[in-house]
Structures are given as C-alpha cells and as structure tokens.
C-alpha cells in the first residue's frame, strides 16, 4: 500500500540548499493536494517503491504542479511532516525495512509546523562556513518546539562536512502562531563561539512577504537586492 503524508513548501531555499520548510503549504488548498497526493501515489506505485520517499513538484504562479524529481529517502525536512501527522517516519521506515505492514493508512494533517535548519555559517557574509568551538550552546523548548541537533557545549565544528548543526521545529494550530513560536524559541537559541543562520531566520520570521505568502525560490536573492 502507498499513502500520502500531504505536501511540504520548501521555497526559501539558497543554492537549491532549503533553510526553511513548512508544513502544509500556505499555498496549497485541498483540490490541489488531492491531485498532487494522487500524482505522487501513482509515481511511487509505478515503480513499486518501498520506503519512505519524497516526491518534488515544482508550483508555478498559476497554482499548476510540475514533477521534478523523487528522493528515495528519508529528507531534512522530515520532522515537519511528523508535527502535524503524528506520524513516526522514522519508526514507520525501519518497520517497512522490516517486513512489516505501516501503522496506519488514513492520515488526518492537522496544525502548522515549521522547520529552521541552523547551520554553521555567517549570513552576513555570503553563509560562510563558521567552524569551531561552540563555547555554549543553549536550545530552546516548551510546548510545540522541538530540536534535532547532535551539537553540545564544548563541541568542535569540523570544516569537512554539512554545516547544518540542528533543525529547530515548531508546531501550532495556525501558521501564525507556529511563527510566533518560532520568533520566541530563536530567541532563546543561544550558540556562542561561532556564527550561525539563527539572526538570519529571525529576519525571515519577521519579513512581511513571508508573512503573506508572497515568495518564491528567489526570496533569498531578492532580499539581497533590497540591500543594495
């Protein structure tokens, strides 16, 4: 069987790497979902597909679905979707990897959640890798925050790998308010020693076009030329 854990808009991205992913998408309504899931099922079943995987759709300004390419493993982003499914991907991936059935087959999406990946790099200069002794390392918490990250006070960044050092993950009842918790958990992130993405996730989480859904993949370089 092949279900659908609904959609993930991932637009905010620089050098096709993502820095923010939502769930669901503030631009997606139930019709297009409903063909976009369908689409999505038809391509894993055609190939019969076993696993967790991800299936990239391009949206154009028109709302119309373009595909563009399927990972064939678990992503980054993933824990958005678990927010607001309840949907263990993880547990679910090792289950099927072993021969068992999935847990469940209707999936009900409810609430917003938002993902920001911090990373190791200096926004204020290009995203510059920022290597080094993390000299503190305080991350925040509470109801509806949650954070994926390996990097502890007194850890040392190496210059050889993916920068990202932790993803800080949100959930609310409306996209609103899952902002607003991300603005108050980014506040309380605290890593000192090297330069991070948090300052940078701040501006966006504050940046009226986001606010309105009023974005594309070029945000990032658009707000470079705002600068200019």
Known sequence: ????????????????????????????????????????????????????????????????????????????????????????LIREQIRIANGEKLAKKKIRMHGHSIECRINAEDPANGFRPSPGLVTAFNQPGGPGVRVDTHCYTGYRIPPFYDSMIGKLITYAETREEAVRKALRALDEFIVEGIKTTIPFHQMIMTNENFLNNDYDTGFIDSLKKDDN
């Open 1 to 88: 069987n092949v279900i659908s854990l609904g959609e993930r808009d991932c637009s905010i991205q620089r050098r096709h790497q993502k820095l923010v992913e939502e769930s669901p998408s503030p631009i997606i309504d139930e019709d297009i979902r409903e063909r976009m899931s369908a689409a999505a099922i038809a391509g894993a079943r055609s190939v019969n597909y076993l696993g967790a995987g991800t299936i990239e759709f391009l949206v154009d300004i028109n709302r119309e679905f373009y595909f563009m390419e399927m990972n064939t493993r678990i992503q980054v982003e993933h824990p958005v979707t678990e927010m607001i499914t309840g949907y263990d």
